[in-house]
């Protein structure tokens, strides 16, 4: 059984950093891609950052780069999102999430974390 | 950056009718060597991760009950729920995973019962 388990959130001030892990098991994680999406309270989906299988390639959206940076270690299957100078606008809850076929990055999602939630307030 | 709009917010159906959800990108998510609309669809129930539902378009996530169905090509797409059962009641998202990143989501239909 697939299971992603994020970790690492919760409450700090604007400009601080963070950092979010997502512990991942019941696949061969080095097989796939991985992503980080978000969910500010109350609003939708924002997808974040992706990582290739090997961890060669990392993908950003504007938002977040020079600010986030996504990486993984296969050997212990665990995703990592490195957040720094963070914003107000950056609290959401923030999910890892596991693309339904092997190599692709940008894909669909067929197994979602539960989420970790990030505050950024003073 | 592909926008995805989703139309309406949200609506209220009785049980047993059919909701049918909405969902338009800015540019085609039609890819022509391969005739595959990179689209799919989750649902989101409150205090959960969105599920998957469909992708390309039209096809069902295994074990996602055939009430469910997708369709549409290039910008303009539909999710029908053909008969509205209680556990329905979600928010569901479009979402496109065409070509280069980054990867983006409609703003969401929060479904009701009327």
């Known amino acids: 059984e697939v299971q992603l388990l994020e970790s690492g959130g919760g409450l700090v001030q604007p400009g601080g950093s963070l950092r979010l892990s997502c512990a991942a098991s019941?696949?061969?994680?080095?097989?796939?891609?991985m992503s980080w999406v978000r969910q500010a309270p109350g609003k939708g989906l924002e997808w974040v950052s992706a990582?290739?299988?090997?961890?060669?390639?990392?993908y950003d959206a504007d938002v977040v780069k020079g600010r986030f940076t996504i990486s993984r270690d296969n050997a212990k299957n665990t995703l990592y999102l490195q957040m720094n100078n963070l914003r107000a606008d950056d609290t959401a809850v923030y999910y890892c999430?596991?693309?339904?076929?092997?190599?692709?990055?940008?894909?669909?999602?067929?197994?979602w974390g539960q989420g970790t939630l990030v505050t950024v307030s003073s | 950056d592909i926008v995805m709009t989703q139309s309406p917010d949200s609506l209220a159906v009785s049980l047993g009718e059919r909701a049918t959800i909405n969902c338009k990108s800015s540019?085609?998510?039609?890819?022509?060597?391969?005739?595959?609309?990179?689209l799919a669809w989750y649902q989101q129930k409150p205090g959960q991760p969105p599920k998957l539902l469909i992708y390309?378009?039209?096809t069902r996530e295994s074990g996602v009950p055939d009430r469910f169905s997708g369709s549409g090509s290039g910008t303009e797409f539909t999710l029908t729920i053909s008969s509205l059962q209680a556990e329905d009641v979600a928010v569901y998202y479009c979402?496109?995973?065409?070509?280069?990143?980054?990867?983006?989501f409609g703003g969401g239909t929060k479904v009701e019962i009327k």
């Open positions: 999430a596991k693309p339904r076929v092997t190599i692709t990055v940008i894909t669909v999602f067929d197994h």
């Open positions: 540019q085609s998510v039609l890819y022509s060597s391969n005739n595959k609309n990179y």
């Open positions: 979402q496109q995973y065409y070509n280069t990143p980054p990867i983006t």
């Open positions: 990582i290739s299988g090997s961890g060669d390639s990392t």
């Open positions: 390309w378009a039209s």
């Open positions: 019941g696949f061969t994680f080095s097989s796939y891609a």
